[in-house]
């Protein structure tokens, strides 16, 4: 199973909005509704920022949203603030593996 | 609150076997639909899924790790066994656990993780 696509890094100044994107198959992303996107500080354990495309866990800031279309997910980062640069992983189930589910790339955002 | 705390050597020989435990607390591997699984990132890359045990004892592993890999729990002490034989330097990595709910196809809580340096 091969990890799902997203660009290396996606830059923002302070107060602007950025989209990362995550490109699956049929067989993940665009077969299903289950994805989920994560926040990685340096050094840090990942956190559950999206689930089910578009849903947030309780407390985490509505400044961030997700969307899917076809085989791509995004997710969004509104008001982008110094403490939004971290790495962020997509995540998805896929009827192609026994483990059931797949990571993406991973994206670097850098706030200018 | 849940917790997840991984615990084990932090530098092993290649060609050896690797043990980490995951041990977590305010939840319980008896319980119907909970589930732990196991997470790595080599350092400066992405994460990769490695396995995944439910309550029922029904076990998941990576298609290309599978042979490798063996999870195990013990619900008397709220621990979660990964093994990994015949392990490189490749496999270099931090080592996370993580709690799943059954038909949940997310982690929502994360264990620190652990560092695993594989050199002879």
């Known amino acids: 199973q091969s990890a799902l696509t997203q660009p290396a890094s996606v830059s923002g100044s302070p107060g602007q909005s950025i989209t990362i994107s995550c490109t699956g198959t049929?067989?993940?992303?665009?077969?299903?509704?289950?994805v989920s996107w994560y926040q990685q500080h340096p050094g840090k354990a990942p956190k559950l920022m999206i689930y089910?495309?578009?849903n947030r866990p309780s407390g985490v800031s509505n400044r961030f949203s997700g969307s899917k279309s076809g085989n791509t997910a995004s997710l969004t980062i509104s008001g982008l603030q110094a403490e939004d640069e971290a790495d962020y992983y997509c995540?998805?189930?896929?009827?192609?593996?026994?483990?059931?589910?797949?990571f993406g790339t991973g994206t670097k955002v850098t706030v200018l | 609150q849940i917790t997840l705390k991984e615990s084990g050597p932090t530098l092993v020989k290649p060609t050896q076997t690797l043990t980490l435990t995951c041990t977590f607390s305010?939840?319980?591997?008896?319980?119907?639909?909970?589930?732990v699984g196991w997470i790595r990132q080599p350092p400066g890359k992405a994460l990769e899924w490695l396995a995944l045990?439910?309550?029922?004892?029904?076990?998941r592993y990576s298609p290309s790790l599978k042979s490798r890999l063996t999870i195990t729990k013990d619900t008397s002490k709220n621990q979660v066994v990964l093994t990994m034989t015949n392990m490189d330097p490749v496999d270099t990595a931090t080592y996370y656990c993580?709690?799943?709910?059954?038909?949940?196809?997310?982690?929502?809580?994360w264990g620190q993780g652990t560092l695993v340096t594989v050199s002879s």
């Open positions: 993580a709690h799943r709910v059954y038909g949940a196809t997310y982690f929502d809580y």
């Open positions: 305010a939840f319980s591997l008896s319980t119907s639909g909970v589930g």
């Open positions: 045990i439910y309550w029922d004892d029904d076990k």
């Open positions: 049929s067989s993940d992303i665009g077969g299903y509704n289950y």
């Open positions: 089910d495309v578009s």
């Open positions: 995540s998805s189930y896929t009827s192609s593996s026994t483990l059931e589910g797949v």
